[in-house]
């Protein structure tokens, strides 16, 4: 399971994603460019002392990344646009949740390119939420499917298993 960030806006949304993976053992892929200097200090802050701890992949842009598709998984888009609801859907280990930039998610071409698409359910009129919490919710589902969470805690099968 690896996460990737399609030119992320937010430095501290980004910092608190390296820390995320960081804690469950989730690489991290940034496809650039990014809105910010990576070497801000609101990254820094967010990401804590768990920077140097975090698997993070730069990719200079949308094409290397696709070139180089990490761990050859499929890759799952967060997106509003999509039907299916992230409940809904068979994660394997080896998918790729790919994360749009705050400000404007993914273009068109990145949309169409993805293997799958999974939508956050909200109450209306809400029409999206954070993006390092959207992928927290979705990571976490994603890796309770897929007994990922066993590399970090070894008792922790999934119910029923």
């Not at 967010?46 to 990490?70: C, I, K, N, Q």
Request: glycine residues 10%; neutral net charge; contains cysteine.
């Amino acid at each position: 399971m690896r996460l990737a960030l399609y030119e992320p806006d937010i430095p501290p949304n980004v910092g608190t994603l390296i820390r995320l993976g960081a804690c469950l053992g989730v690489p991290l892929d940034i496809i650039e460019p990014c809105g910010f200097p990576w070497d801000d200090r609101d990254l820094k802050r967010a990401a804590m002392d768990y920077g140097a701890l975090g698997e993070v992949t730069r990719h200079a842009s949308w094409e290397s990344f696709s070139e180089s598709r990490p761990g050859g998984g499929r890759i799952v888009l967060l997106t509003t646009r999509a039907p299916l609801p992230f409940t809904r859907f068979a994660f394997r280990p080896s998918d790729i949740l790919l994360i749009g930039r705050e400000s404007a998610g993914v273009p068109e071409a990145v949309h169409e390119a993805a293997d799958a698409r999974v939508t956050i359910p909200m109450a209306p009129p809400a029409r999206s939420l954070n993006m390092a919490l959207a992928a927290a919710m979705v990571l976490g589902e994603a890796l309770r499917q897929t007994n990922g969470f066993a590399g970090v805690f070894p008792g922790s099968a999934p119910a029923g298993k």
